[in-house]
């Protein structure tokens, strides 16, 4: 069974520029989750979704948005990007909320 | 609300000698608790989890963890370190009592062992 893909996988953008980052969970699984990973910060939650509704979401800005598709494809959105956005963000899926997660390689952002 | 504490940021320990990474939980009702390994450049991998029943839960890798209400910890052992174990390793805990919670991760404890 594939694992969790997450594309891209390294991104470089401008301060002020939006981006979109993209997570396919494993079949089968219909909660997604997505963290921000920084060596000052550790791993910060930043959403969950179960069957395309969000269920849960952290201490972000309105900035940091995501959505899950009905096949239970992810996408993160961050705009208006800022030099504190630079991270690993993690995406995970599990088969339901309380199952371990099991998470995909990230997207290295790197914002300039 | 719900917290995890690792209160080591970093385990050194020589291949072959036991190793334990700590964990200590905080919920208001009764815990999912989870332990993850990253490598570098990776992201997390699932070692072992506890949700009910035995207290001494095993996992991958030769990886074992004691849950302890009293304590409220769940400590991450293995009998005897490999090198290829170095790695950062998280702790996590979601409360059940509460459908809406997430899951909170510790601040993560590097392992270092050495031959």
């Known amino acids: 069974k594939a694992g969790v893909t997450q594309t891209p996988r390294y991104l470089i953008k401008t301060r002020g520029q939006q981006v979109t980052l993209s997570c396919s969970p494993i079949?089968?699984?219909?909660?997604v989750s997505w963290y921000q990973q920084t060596p000052g910060q550790g791993l910060q939650f930043l959403f969950e979704?179960?069957?395309?509704?969000?269920?849960n979401k952290g201490n972000f800005p309105g900035r940091f948005s995501g959505r899950q598709f009905s096949n239970s494809r992810s996408e993160m959105n961050v705009s208006t990007l800022e030099l504190g956005d630079s991270a690993l963000y993690l995406c995970?899926?599990?088969?339901?909320?309380?199952?371990?997660?099991?998470f995909g390689p990230g997207t290295r952002l790197t914002v300039t | 609300a719900q917290s995890v504490a690792q209160p080591e940021d970093q385990v050194n320990v020589a291949e072959g000698n036991p190793l334990t990474v700590k964990c200590t939980y905080s919920v208001s009702g009764n815990p999912y608790l989870f332990w993850y390994v990253q490598y570098p450049n990776r992201g997390l991998q699932f070692l072992l989890k506890y949700i009910t029943g035995d207290n001494l839960v095993k996992g991958s890798y030769g990886f074992e963890a004691e849950f302890n209400k009293s304590q409220t910890s769940f400590h991450l052992k293995k009998p005897s370190a490999l090198v290829s174990d170095s790695a950062l390793y998280f702790c996590a805990v979601r409360d059940i009592a509460g459908t809406a919670s997430k899951l909170t991760f510790g601040t993560g404890t590097r392992l270092q062992v050495t031959l």
């Open positions: 079949s089968g699984h219909r909660s």
């Open positions: 979704y179960f069957s395309e509704t969000q269920r």
């Open positions: 995970a899926s599990s088969l339901q909320e309380i199952h371990e997660q099991y």
